[in-house]
């Protein structure tokens, strides 16, 4: 009698995930796909299929817990209708709130915490025998670097693998120290491997992922230093390209700067959150690094490599922010020549030491602030995607655009590119001549054809 596949008489299930916020989530929420496949998961984008919903939130951003519970209130009516239906929450949101989030909605199955992807599996089979639970143990301890689950799943032309998580800086305003735990380093050989297994699958560009990459091994004396782990994924056979994101401006050094003038492989993008561009402001916020610094760092980039394209983050409105303050805020951004930034107004998140400060700005006024920011980058953006127009660039093609008439890739200097091509060059390197910049990408021509042309 011909035995039955094993995979073909487990019913399949399927798995609704929504991430919200960074890219460290969107990795997450990769393991957590990966995670699950093995217990007969399968991805859906369709919510009414899915056997099980899982939110992966972060807290972020301003009233993040209260979003999450109004969201959650949207499933009451599904869960009603659909009896099996799993909803749980993960991420910070859930490592913060643990418990409390079950005892709130009475329709919430299971809750995880960032330190708990690693038991996801055992959670989520617990909750179909009909248990609730909420697992949010904080391993605030090395043995830590030893759980970080792997995405293992063949496929993709780009990925995220995660170096360290965690951050020891507790810069004022923020919330992931407490919600991630202090920093732990992935083992370098561990790293190598996994993307050596990636680029046997296909894989050709890879971002190495971390709350701040750049103190990576720092607590490891046995370990490569960050310039030292980049110098090792640059000799990987298979990998076209790489990247890291998120930099603190702190840590970041001369050995870094030099992988810059000496990797090819090592692209020509730099995300380096300066968060604001007055001394005043920076050690209200306890970066640990004053505006000259900052500057001197972009200087040297920009020696190493010319090409580079700078994105950074910004935050305006904090505590005790003047008129002058802001103003060095836009002095910076003019020096720097962002390719693109993230700005935001500063709200306080409970728990933090920014949150007992008192604020002498008033909404309106923080508004008006990020308004005036945000149009100078604006353009700033679209004028550096217009000069790029007549420019050849290499590009990595990742795919079908989603209007499904042209590829899309990225260049090195993280640029999004939409071309006419044949979708059999998904996954290679193609030179693209730019025709057109717009505010969020550019359109080009594959240079064989335009010289064809
Ligand atoms: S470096 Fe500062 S802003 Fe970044 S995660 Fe750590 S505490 Fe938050």
Redesign the pocket.
């Known amino acids: 009698m011909k035995r039955a596949n094993l995979r073909e008489m487990i019913p399949v299930k399927y798995l609704y995930l929504q991430t919200m916020g960074c890219q460290m989530n969107v990795s997450d929420s990769e393991k957590i796909a990966a995670l699950l496949q093995r217990i007969g998961y399968e991805l859906t984008d369709d919510q009414r299929r899915a056997d099980l919903i899982l939110l992966n939130t972060c807290s972020v951003r301003a009233r993040a817990e209260e979003k999450v519970y109004a969201h959650l209130a949207n499933y009451v009516g599904m869960k009603r209708k659909k009896p099996g239906l799993l909803l749980g929450v993960g991420g910070c949101v859930a490592q913060q709130e643990g418990e409390r989030l079950l005892d709130r909605v009475p329709h919430l199955d299971l809750v995880f915490g960032t330190h708990n992807l690693h038991r996801l599996p055992q959670i989520v089979l617990a909750a179909e025998e009909g248990r609730r639970l909420a697992e949010v143990d904080f391993i605030d301890n090395d043995t830590r670097v030893n759980l970080f689950p792997v995405d293992d799943r063949p496929g993709g032309v780009t990925r995220f693998v995660t170096v360290m998580q965690g ?1 020891d ?3 004022s305003y ?1 919330i ?2 407490y919600v991630r735990g202090r920093e732990v380093s992935r083992r370098a050989g561990e790293i190598v491997a996994e993307i050596r297994q990636m680029a046997e699958h296909g894989v050709r560009e890879i971002t190495l992922l971390g ?2 990459v750049n103190s990576y091994g720092a607590k490891s004396p046995d370990e490569p230093d960050f310039a030292g782990l980049l110098r090792m994924v640059s000799q990987i056979p298979g990998i076209e390209r790489f990247r890291f994101t998120t930099s ?1 401006p702190k840590d970041f050094n001369r050995a870094l700067i030099q992988c810059f003038a000496e990797l090819p492989k090592l692209c020509s993008h730099m995300h380096l959150p300066a968060q604001s561009g007055s001394d005043a402001v920076l050690a209200g916020m306890n970066r640990g690094y004053t505006r000259e610094h900052y500057l001197s760092m972009v200087t040297e980039l920009k020696q190493a490599r010319p090409d580079i394209a700078i994105t950074g983050d910004m935050i305006v409105g904090f505590p005790g922010e003047t008129a002058e303050d802001f103003a060095q805020t836009l002095s910076l951004m003019d020096e720097v020549g962002y390719a693109d930034l993230f700005s935001f107004m500063y709200s306080p998140r409970p728990g933090t030491l920014a949150a007992g400060l008192s604020e002498e700005l008033s909404y309106e006024e923080k508004r008006e602030r990020l308004e005036l920011l945000q149009d100078i980058q604006r353009k700033g953006t679209r004028r550096q995607n217009e000069a790029l127009v007549g420019t050849i660039d290499e590009v990595l093609v990742e795919g079908v655009s989603k209007r499904g008439d042209q590829l899309y890739g990225r260049t090195s200097g993280n640029r999004v590119v939409n071309f006419a091509g044949d979708p059999a060059l998904i996954g290679t390197m193609v030179d693209v001549c730019m025709t057109k910049g717009y505010q969020n990408s550019l359109l080009g021509t594959l240079a064989v054809d335009s010289e064809a042309a």
């Open positions: 951050c800086n507790y810069c923020c992931v120290p709350q701040n603190h």
